[in-house]
């Protein structure tokens, strides 16, 4: 290399400050730089006073964790590279060898497979509990549990549990509660103050999300985040997610950070939109059962109410039907092969709408006796057009008579 290569690397100009933009500056780091050593050896990566590895954190994901915070109403937050890696993190750093996690049966899949995986060879026990059955929450708590998740609305079949008695069931007991919160996103609900005095008094002790959905809105980025309120418990979680090696890229907190502005504006939009289509469907001779927790007669529609904003922007995206017995699954799977907007795939939050159908037998220890016999289809409603939304519905239906 000839001297150009140096000066190039070294060049001795630094832009001056003040420099500002409706779009923060990103910074991109596996190393950091530090002015001596003495610098070197006395700064704290553990409190955000400064800067020592990129995974540790640099002021892009310094930026977007904070204001995750104040979306959730937390006050620690860390950044792991997918919902998935939020919830493996919180059970790795809180469980050992003889202790026991509760999880909901109608709890996101990979959460209850990672049980049955990697956390029963290591020893760490668990059980599925009826999430729609506060009593049978509270009867399965022993003194080996550890750890009790909780999910509102469940996955897939969106019921939406009675979420302050089973807080105050893991309180009673001196369990951790940790939230799954990707469906209320920090907006149709506040997982830190479940009562709605401001006090704190009635509190989830962790909120995870899936940062790939409604914080992200587009489709393609992959991010977690764990936030707390309580620093013991976030220094416990952060510790393990620095021996784990997790992290998340630049560009992905830019897409993130770039996004959330437009958070409760998309969440809103898309709740509504979702709303409408499945009062739609409701009136379909087609379907046996439409599960939207804003539906009167939904699963769990009373403990919804009790909770959750009641306008747009407090119901998210989803819903789901179950089809009238009388179509079997080969049928349902043309109705899914005919739509045209709504897309084949997994996840939501995005601008386009999906679809998916389930085989509940399978992801489920019994059918809920609370659920029509049928085959479920899921819909996650993006930003197109309702009337569009809903003559591509209707066509699909003729398609699968």
Sequence with gaps: MSEISTRLIHHPYSPPAGFAAPQPGIHKASTVFFANVAAMRTREWKDKSGYTYGLHGTPTTFLLEERLCTLEGGLQCLLVPSGLAAIANVALALLKTGDEVLIPDNAYG????????????????????????????????????????????????????????????????????????????????????????????????????????????????????????????????????????????????????????????????????ARELALWCQARPEFAQVLHPALPGSPGHEHWRALCRHEAGGAASLFSVLFDARYGSAQVDAFCDALQLFKLGYSWGGPISLVVPYELESMRTAWPAHLARGTLVRFAIGLEAVADLRADLAQALQAMA
């Design 110 to 273: 990979p959460n209850k497979t990672l049980a049955e995986g990697e956390l029963m060879a290591w020893g760490i026990t668990h059980q599925f509990y009826d999430a729609m059955n506060p009593a049978d929450l509270a009867q399965k708590i022993s003194d080996k549990t550890k750890l009790v998740w909780l999910e509102a609305a469940g996955s897939v079949t969106l019921e939406f549990p009675d979420l302050k008695e089973q807080v105050r069931i893991c309180r009673q007991h001196k369990v951790t509660a940790a939230l799954d919160n990707t469906w209320g996103a920090g907006l149709a609900f506040r997982p830190f103050d479940l009562g709605g005095d401001g006090s704190g008094r009635l509190a989830v002790d962790i909120s995870v999300q899936a940062l790939t959905k409604y914080p992200s809105g587009g489709g393609d980025v992959l991010m977690g985040s764990i936030v707390t309120r309580e620093p013991t418990l976030h220094m416990k979680i952060k510790l393990t997610h620095m021996r784990l090696g997790l992290g998340v890229a630049a560009n992905d907190t830019e897409t993130v950070l770039r996004s959330l502005p437009s958070i409760e504006l998309r969440y809103g939009a898309q709740d509504a939109a």
